[in-house]
């Protein structure tokens, strides 16, 4: 089994900081994708930021310049972090990964998400 567990959400006032973390754990082969998603009420889930295996990273361009995303290979982790923050970037953000696990009899690959983090935003 494989799980995804995210941390460090919270209410932060416009201008302020947060660095959210994201940690995989089972029978992990390899992890390709880990990004961040979020999801504001009434909205669709959207993506904020990935990184490949090979450190590739993408931004959404709400967030470029203002949100970092970074990883360890090693720890199987995933941060965020994100400065300058708005009230627009309010939301319950969603760590995801690509990862190939072992069940104990074959390799699967497979789309993996934590259970969500709230951000709020707000003065």
């Known amino acids: 089994q494989v ?4 941390s ?3 209410l932060v006032q ?5 660095r ?4 995989a754990s089972g029978n992990i082969f390899r992890i390709d994708v880990m990004g961040w998603y979020r999801q504001a009420p009434g909205e669709q889930r959207d993506l904020v930021a ?6 590739k990273t993408e931004y959404s361009d709400s967030v470029k310049g203002r949100f970092t995303i970074s990883r360890d290979n090693v720890e199987n982790v995933v941060y965020l972090q994100m400065n300058s923050l708005k009230t627009e970037d309010t939301a319950v953000y969603y760590c995801y990964a690509k990862i190939t696990y072992n069940n104990g009899r074959a390799y699967y690959a497979k789309d993996f998400w934590g259970q969500g983090t709230q951000v709020t935003v707000s003065s």
Do not use: D
Not at 3 to 6: D, G, K, N
Not at 14 to 18: D, E, I, Q
């Open 50 to 55: 990935s990184t490949t295996r090979l450190l």
């Open 3 to 6: 799980t995804l567990v995210e």
């Open 20 to 23: 959210l973390s994201c940690v």
């Open 8 to 10: 460090g959400g919270g």
């Open 14 to 18: 416009p201008g302020g900081s947060l």
